[in-house]
């Protein structure tokens, strides 16, 4: 089995594919499977990488809370970067690992060739930060208490993890059963040091306005968590651009697939020709009628 090296942590990944490399960076409730209809797809043109997060077998489960957090995921992408020999990755990642993904682009910028933030913001907004941390700790206590397999599918129903229930039933039994499979130590780990801890995307704006990165934010209308999150980082980040998903919540990935690769790939088609530039300054002016400067 393959694994990266990291600080304190060895990392498990698959690859599939040859040429420019993309790496997945997975959500709290899911691992390096639920990428495999990305993979599948972009592998015929890319270099596909998916990885588990520390906490999550096959790759180790660290005892230490001081092995868990955010600089730790955001240094575990480039730990994976590095492993396979490449300068520099695409990096996709969704909700925890749009979180990774973006704390490897202010803090890797130079491994950096494009960023996909899908479904980031969860605990971002200021009058939920409490409630957010709060959550996180209580299941964090809960699943080491009780086993992830006892509360895989009541975590799996989520108010915006429904929508995978509704359209797709056969993909939502697969993602509890891969839940159920997980590590409780590594997720309560994960949930207690990493989501509660880590700081809010809105104390975060002069590092967040200094990336460069040619990005992609994508987000689900029916996940309410991340909408306003993922406008700020729209109007945040210069280089960046902004996808909803109609009828879509937070899992958007095994939501809608085929819509989710199609705006990947026209995204990194763009970036690859130098055609996805900063915004124009002059779309800021807040009139709808008069030029800017006018």
Known sequence: MPFAEAKGAKLYYEEAGSGYPIVFVHEFGGDHRCWEQQMRYFSRHYRCVAFNARGYPPSDVPDEAALYGQEFAADDIAAVIRHIGQPRAHVVGLSQGAFAALHFGMRHPDLASALVLAGCGSGAPKADRERFQRESRAKADQLEKEGIDKLALDMALAPTRVQLQNKDPRGFAEFVQHLAEHSSLGSAMTLRNYQAAR????????????????????????????????????????????SVFPKTGHPMNLEEPDLFNQAVADFLAAVEIGKWLPRDPRSRAGSMFAAAGA
């Open 199 to 242: 700081p809010s995307l809105y104390d975060l704006g002069p590092e967040i306005a200094a990336v460069a990165i040619p990005t992609l934010i994508l987000v689900g209308d029916e996940d309410e968590p991340c909408l306003e999150a993922s406008l700020y980082l729209k109007r945040t980040i210069s280089a960046s651009g902004l």
